[in-house]
Every structure is written in structure tokens, then in C-alpha cells.
């Protein structure tokens, strides 16, 4: 057999595994996916063995490498399936200056526009809404509720007695405050609520 008696096939395959020690923590992946970015410290380090880069091993035959360990799981696994997932409770900014010292450029292109994309997010503010308060009977209500279109969310009621006597019964009078987005508005234009409800239009404002 190739490399004589002494070499078992078990030891010939374990040899594609990598062992990592990245600041104390031990991490284990494949030179394939270590060799994804060619042009990465990883591939360099791992898969281009030699003495450009020198790097040292610990007692276990791991590789040494003295960065952040947190911030290297989000490296490992774009390497692995080539998606960006950062959990909530890192800041993307540590994930970018890990990417640029493994010298990931495809990623550190991926962190830096999901970094603008949050910034351009934040800069836009809360979403701003228009209220509308309408007056209508009780027996509207029902009505006016089933046929409210165009991005309107029914948002409280107010009952103001009643106001009107009609023969011998008391019609209730309610108000009902509606809300949508600003931004579904057209040009700046608030659609009223379907004409179906008979309800007369007190107020609009915009918070």
C-alpha cells in the first residue's frame, strides 16, 4: 500500500480535517472549506503549509491564532455555505474586521452593505401615520369596520352618548380613530376609507 505498513487509511483521510485554536477556543473544519477564498489567511495558513507564513501549533497540532473566537463562527460558517449570519448579539463591525483580516473579500463586501443597508434604515426615521377620526351610529360601526380599505387599521373607539333622537330611541355615538402609513399615502394624498361607511370625517393628523 502508497507510504508502507506503517500508514492506515484512517490516518491518510483524517488528514483533510483542519484543527484551529483561534484565542483558546478549538474550532474543526475541512481544508476544502478552509480553501474556499484562495487568497484568504485560512488557505494560506492551512492548505498552502509552508514558510510564508510560519504560523505555530499547540501541543494538540491545532494552528494558533490569536483573534477574537467569538467573531470567528460567523468567518467558519460564510466559508462553509456561503450565507452571512450574524447573531443578534454581535456587532457587524466586529464581523467586518475579522472578514479583512482573513482577508475574505467576498464577505467583507456582504458586511459592509449589510452595515449601509442598516444605516440607510435608521437614517429614514420611524415610520411616520396618518389618523383620521371618524364619527358614525352604532349601527354603522359594524359597517364601516368591514369595509375599511386602502391600508387603514382600525385603532380605538370612543363612545360620546348619544346625540341624536330619532322618534322614541336614542342612536349611540361613537368615535373610531383609524391609522395607516404615511408612506402608502400617494403624493402626500390620504385616501378617505371606503365611501360604503356612512361616517363623517372630524379630524386628520400625522404623527
Known sequence: APGGPGVSPPAAAASKWVRLNVGGTYFVSTRQTLC?????????????DGPELGSDKDETG??????????FGPILNYLRHGKL?????LAEEGVLEEAEFYNIASLVRLVKERIRDNENRTSQGPVKHVYRVLQCQEEELTQMVSTMSDGWKFEQLISIGSSYNYGNEDQAEFLCVVSRELN???NGIVIEPSEKAKVRNLLGYID
Open 85 to 89: 449570519i450574524i447573531n443578534k448579539e
Open 62 to 71: 491545532a494552528y494558533l491564532i490569536d483573534r477574537d473566537p467569538t467573531y
Open 184 to 186: 402608502n399615502s400617494t
Open 36 to 48: 474556499r477564498e484562495p487568497k484568504s489567511f485560512l488557505c494560506r495558513l492551512c492548505c498552502q
